[in-house]
């Protein structure tokens, strides 16, 4: 039953659980690091892209100026060679050597030599001879201009002498590794790239350093990392060979990621190579990448810690809400809302005839908190509330609603089986009597409505418990009051005496029967008990039992009294008219006439209106009356009264209740009637002398007695044996309308 309870919160009204919370949280956590990392790797794209397109155009640009400047070097020989076949070098050695020097010194060549036809080197070389062999000196003397490459990675430049038509020698100029160096190293790529020149096949004509690990390209050439690497380094060598440029990405031997671009020079089918670094750029944009990932990081952090903090606001807020909303604040328990939210979530998903909704009223409730404090009342509704939840089992549940109500939803439909857990349910609240010296016992009022459509709404149900409860049989120990068809019919019934009330009494519907009561002493009449009888036009006789409880139960009893009452003193009237003597009759007073300390007022005021001496009307009032402590001494004040104002005052049905004896010294009653339970087995000598005592009792205390519904004669020989004093019942007379009453006493 307490997890029922407890999980009522996880019904309510669509509501987003902290779990589906943060798991939404989580998601737009990680779509916002995956569109991160999505715009990164994207960036990182573009970023790599555009590198290998910079490094593309510039090594072209580079690869342009480099064989710009080795043709411009070419036409430097080319002019200088044209100025020296005007020396006469054979007569003038010394001045040739200097404007070689000069020249050399001046174009940026290491050495600038002289090769006559027979090898002669002017400036003179040790490797002169070595030169002459070379095949690209071998080819300017056939007159051809030439660059070669030669051991040490120095570029030899070579170009034929004329002497008018005649080739009389060759021009070299030699620059060596260093100065090629220079001249291919690049200003772009901050520094961080390195040029070299190869030739078709792939061999270094040109190296930038000495680095090995990263100039072994024959080695890089030769053997591929990976496929692609492998692939891509083929298709270098087939566009060098046709002498195309490219470039492409690799990863070197040494792990670096290195991007390749290669460019024809146009010269000698060489190559210019270039690698660079393949984060050149995005080097730069990494670093901004990474704070990018912590801005955005930190907040996402800031992001998760505002939610999760609005979150915790938020539950913490909504559990404050919901106990305000569906908490009782006395019991902490189910408040109506709870209670109604369950209902509409368990019981309309059932079949009809599984549920009964059932409600309970503390009668008298307010006398706890009159008497001992409100205090006291909150703590006898958490007492009670915590007695219901124990007695809930699995699928059931209780709230109290408001005041010192309760509901209560269970899986019965036997009303016996109801009617047995409602009295464990009450005689367990009522147990905390067993440690008290003076009991004071809960009385519990209880409606149920047997739920046979799951559908009608809880406040109608709710409703007819209510009414079930209200219209009950308040007695010492109430059952169970279920709202039903006959239940339904027996309301359309009340109502519809309730509506024929008021044109009855002034139709005068209402018809005085009188029941004499007999002297046992003469057999003369010594009175009569006014009764009503309710003849309708339509309905014809509706029967006492039928509206007097009714009337009883809305107050509508008081004005019939009052009616029966002048309608009795309207008859003695026309009796003393007609000269006949006084007859003493008893008229029935309601116990709810006792709220109005003066009602005896208008009593006293018809009598006087019709004349009628006070002693000649008895009021009888019912000795249940005596019970409600509230009214006790309400209840002798005004029999005090009854006397001032000179009626009599009988006690009805004295014996019917427990107290009847310890009452007759509190209350000065003219008589007391006897009730008809005590002569049902008058034949049993413990019942004869029950009846002997308190006959004798009443004539000690000078009270007349009246025994009612005597019908045998054993019953009527018996009292008049032991004394008593009238006797009223069928066995000398129904009760009789007016004209027969005269007859029966003229009789």
């Known amino acids: 039953m307490h997890k029922t309870?407890?999980?009522?919160?996880?019904?309510?009204?669509?509501?987003?659980?902290?779990?589906?919370?943060?798991?939404?949280?989580?998601?737009?956590?990680?779509?916002?690091?995956v569109l991160t990392l999505w715009n990164t790797s994207n960036l990182r794209s573009v970023i790599n892209y555009s590198t290998e397109n910079y490094a593309e155009d510039v090594t072209c640009q580079l690869a342009d100026d480099i064989a710009a400047r080795l043709e411009s070097n070419q036409q430097y020989?080319?002019?200088?060679?044209?100025?020296?076949?005007?020396i006469d070098y054979r007569t003038d050695t010394a001045a040739l050597k200097e404007f070689l020097n000069r020249k050399a010194e001046i174009l940026d060549f290491d050495t600038i030599i002289f090769l006559d036809a027979q090898g002669n080197a002017i400036p003179s070389v040790s490797d002169a001879r070595d030169l002459w062999n070379l095949p690209s000196v071998q080819g300017s003397l056939q007159?051809?201009?030439?660059?070669?490459?030669?051991?040490?990675?120095?570029?030899?430049?070579s170009t034929p002498v004329y002497s008018g038509s005649e080739i009389t020698g060759v021009l070299t100029g030699i620059r060596k590794k260093e100065s090629i160096q220079s001249l291919i190293q690049p200003k772009a790529f901050s520094g961080e790239s390195l040029t070299c020149i190869v030739d078709n096949s792939g061999e270094v004509v040109v190296s930038p350093t000495e680095l090995k690990p990263f100039l072994q390209l024959n080695d890089i050439f030769k053997s591929g990392k990976d496929r692609n690497t492998e692939n891509e380094i083929l298709k270098m060598m087939d566009d060098m060979k046709a002498n195309r440029g490219g470039v492409f990405p690799f990863t070197a031997v040494n792990g670096d990621e290195l991007i390749m671009s290669y460019h024809p020079l146009n010269v000698n089918q060489w190559v210019l190579l270039t690698l660079i670094p393949a984060d050149l750029i995005s080097h730069g944009a990494d670093v901004y990448t990474v704070k990018t990932f912590l801005i955005i990081g930190g907040i996402a952090a800031v992001f998760i810690l505002f939610l999760v903090s609005i979150l915790r606001f938020y539950s913490y807020h909504r559990?404050?809400?919901?106990?305000?909303?569906?908490?009782?604040?006395?019991?902490?328990?189910?408040?109506?809302?709870?209670?109604?939210?369950q209902y509409e979530e368990l019981v309309k998903a059932a079949p009809p005839l599984t549920y009964t909704v059932i409600m309970l009223n503390v009668k008298g409730f307010k006398l706890i908190n009159e008497n001992y404090g409100t205090s006291a009342g909150n703590d006898t509704l958490r007492y009670i509330y915590r007695i219901l939840l124990r007695h809930m089992e699995s699928g059931e549940f209780a709230?109290?609603?408001?005041?010192?109500?309760?509901?209560?939803?269970?899986?019965?439909?036997?009303?016996?089986?109801?009617?047995?857990?409602?009295?464990?349910?009450?005689?367990?609240?009522?147990?905390f009597n067993e440690t008290r010296e003076t009991p004071y016992y809960l009385m519990i009022l209880q409606?149920?409505?047997?739920?046979?459509?799951?559908?009608?709404?809880?406040?109608?149900?709710?409703?007819?418990?209510?009414?079930?409860?209200?219209?009950?049989?308040?007695?010492?120990?109430?059952?169970?009051?279920?709202?039903?068809?006959?239940?339904?019919?027996?309301?359309?019934?009340?109502?519809?005496?309730n509506d024929l009330f008021e044109h009855s009494l002034k139709n005068h519907d209402f018809k005085v029967y009188l029941q004499p009561k007999v002297r046992l002493?003469?057999?003369?009449?010594?009175?009569?008990?006014?009764?009503?009888?309710?003849?309708?036009?339509?309905?014809g006789i509706i029967f006492p039992s039928d509206f007097i409880p009714i009337f009883e139960h809305n107050g509508k009893i008081c004005h019939l009294d009052l009616y029966m009452f002048e309608e009795v003193c309207r008859l003695l009237e026309q009796w003393n008219q007609k000269g006949q003597p006084w007859i003493p009759i008893s008229v029935n007073l309601s116990r709810q006439h006792f709220k109005n300390p003066e009602f005896l007022k208008a009593f006293s005021e018809i009598a006087e209106r019709y004349h009628i001496p006070p002693n000649t009307i008895e009021f009888e009032l019912t000795e249940s009356i005596l019970f409600d402590p509230q009214q006790i001494e309400v209840v002798k004040i005004s029999i005090q009264k009854m006397h001032a104002l000179g009626f009599l005052c009988s006690l009805d049905d004295f014996g019917s209740g427990f107290s009847s004896l310890?009452?007759?010294?509190?209350f000065d009653v003219d008589t007391i009637k006897l009730d008809r339970q005590f002569f049902l087995d008058i034949s049993k000598e413990k019942s004869r002398d029950v009846i002997a005592c308190l006959i004798e009792l009443a004539k000690k205390l000078n009270v007349r007695t009246v025994a009612e519904g005597i019908e045998e004669q054993e019953q009527l020989d018996y009292l008049r044996e032991i004394g008593c004093d009238l006797v009223q019942g069928y066995i000398f007379s129904k009760p009789l309308p007016p004209k027969e009453f005269e007859a029966f006493c003229a009789r």
């Open 5 to 33: 309870q407890m999980s009522l919160s996880h019904r309510r009204r669509p509501v987003i659980t902290t779990g589906l919370q943060l798991s939404i949280l989580s998601v737009i956590l990680i779509i916002i690091i």
């Open 77 to 86: 020989m080319i002019l200088l060679a044209d100025s020296i076949s005007k």
């Open 143 to 157: 007159g051809n201009s030439e660059v070669t490459y030669i051991e040490g990675q120095s570029l030899l430049y």
């Open 319 to 341: 559990r404050y809400l919901e106990q305000l909303a569906f908490s009782d604040p006395v019991t902490g328990g189910m408040n109506y809302s709870a209670f109604q939210l």
């Open 399 to 431: 709230a109290r609603n408001e005041a010192d109500n309760f509901f209560l939803c269970i899986k019965e439909m036997e009303k016996q089986t109801i009617q047995f857990r409602l009295d464990a349910i009450i005689h367990d609240i009522n147990s």
């Open 447 to 497: 409606g149920a409505y047997l739920v046979d459509d799951p559908t009608l709404e809880l406040t109608i149900i709710q409703d007819r418990t209510r009414t079930a409860y209200q219209n009950q049989d308040s007695g010492t120990h109430p059952a169970c009051a279920f709202y039903d068809a006959d239940f339904t019919k027996q309301l359309q019934t009340e109502q519809e005496l």
């Open 521 to 539: 002493l003469d057999g003369g009449i010594a009175g009569a008990e006014a009764l009503v009888r309710w003849i309708h036009p339509q309905k």
């Open 662 to 666: 310890g009452l007759l010294k509190e």
